[in-house]
């Protein structure tokens, strides 16, 4: 079991804004920087943003991350069809000494 | 770039060593990972070890069975499982970290190495 939540699936028409949540806690978000990771299906995840809201060079603005305190979001504005991946985050838990993952989050187009 | 080698089908308790051979990057400078995945299932974060080799972190459900070890004149990154169970399942990935010691963020990730845990 995650200590990190996510919901399971999101969905918005293309061009539209999905918005994905990661929730944890003091020991984790509340303390570490949160990265996020595009998963295309029979492929190795990439990071899309990292410190909780920067993005590596090539990644698209249109990608974007949020810190509130023990949760976080992703946004992706300008939806694509290419955008259809699952989402996971991931953080360093300063408790267990170990990176935690969220639950996935599924994006789809409508 | 990443290349992960060593997985297979092995029995129920039996044990398996992956290997990830590095190129292209200063393998001696950066913290490296395992990350699993089982079969439609999510990502699970497995091990990682610090730049030198000597700070080495497990996931609980490994703890005592998997064991992290890197060659960095080789520029190679190992990983020996024993006591294998169904559950260890999965896609194995070799990932590097940003940081070199404290881990930060996972930037490269190799393709990944299936090892299937049957009878």
């Known amino acids: 079991q995650s200590v990190l939540t996510q919901p399971p699936s999101v969905s918005a028409a293309p061009g539209q804004k999905v918005t994905i949540s990661c929730s944890g806690s003091?020991?984790?978000?509340?303390?570490?920087?949160v990265s996020w990771y595009q998963q295309f299906p029979g492929t190795a995840p990439r990071v899309l943003i990292y410190?909780?809201?920067k993005r590596p060079s090539g990644i698209p603005d249109r990608f974007s991350g949020s810190n509130f305190g023990t949760s976080v979001t992703l946004d992706i504005t300008g939806l694509q069809p290419g955008d259809e991946a699952e989402y996971y985050c991931?953080?360093?838990?300063?408790?267990?000494?170990?990176?935690?993952f969220g639950t996935g989050t599924k994006v789809s187009g409508l | 770039q990443l290349v992960e080698s060593g997985g297979g089908v092995v029995q129920p308790g039996g044990s398996l060593t992956l290997s990830c051979a590095a190129s292209?990057?200063?393998?001696?400078?950066?913290?490296m990972h395992w990350v699993r995945q089982a079969p439609g299932k999510g990502l699970e974060w497995v091990t990682f070890?610090?730049?030198?080799?000597?700070?080495?972190y497990y996931a609980d459900s490994v703890k005592g069975r998997f064991s992290v070890s890197r060659d960095n004149s080789r520029n190679t990154l190992h990983l020996q499982m024993n006591s294998l169970r169904a559950e260890d399942t999965a896609v194995y990935y070799c990932?590097?970290?940003?940081?070199?010691?404290?881990?930060?963020?996972?930037?490269?990730w190799g393709r990944g190495s299936l090892v299937t845990v049957s009878s």
């Open positions: 410190d909780n809201d």
């Open positions: 292209n990057f200063t393998f001696s400078s950066y913290g």
């Open positions: 070890i610090w730049f030198d080799g000597n700070t080495k």
């Open positions: 990932v590097r970290d940003q940081s070199a010691a404290r881990p930060w963020f996972f930037d490269l």
């Open positions: 991931g953080v360093w838990d300063s408790s267990l000494s170990a990176e935690v």
């Open positions: 003091n020991y984790n978000i509340g303390n570490n920087y």
